[in-house]
């Protein structure tokens, strides 16, 4: 049984920094591509990066690359999220998720691509 377990989120000052973990389980799973998503309360789930395992490639949401990071320990199978100068807005709850095989030449941004998800990790950042 494959399990993401999310770790690190938390309250944080505005401009602050914070760094989620998210370790895969599983025998012999190896996730091909994981990834992070976030839901604010009323909204809907957004896509934030993901990284490749076999190369660590990286996609970001627009509107957050240059502050948000992901990295990935392949020999932990887990995966990293640091997020820099944090603002309000984005509080949310940060899910992980983890594509078993390859579906796109890029990490993909949808939900849909992926097969298992965290419980997820409240992150709260104060103005």
């Known amino acids: 049984q494959v399990q993401l377990i999310e770790s690190g989120g938390g309250l944080v000052q505005a401009g602050g920094s914070l760094r989620l973990s998210c370790a895969a389980s599983g025998r012999t799973f190896s996730p091909y591509a994981m990834g992070w998503f976030r839901q604010a309360a009323g909204k809907e789930r957004e896509f934030v990066g993901a990284?490749?395992?076999?190369?660590?490639?990286?996609n970001y949401a627009d509107s957050l690359k240059g502050r948000f990071t992901i990295s990935r320990d392949n020999a932990m199978n887990t995966v990293y999220l640091q997020m820099n100068d944090l603002k309000p807005e984005d509080t949310a709850v940060y899910y992980c998720a983890a594509q078993a095989i390859p579906r796109t030449r890029v990490p993909s941004t949808s939900g849909l691509s992926y097969d298992y998800w965290g419980q997820g990790t409240q992150v709260t950042v104060s103005s």
């Open positions: 990284i490749f395992r076999s190369d660590y490639t990286t």
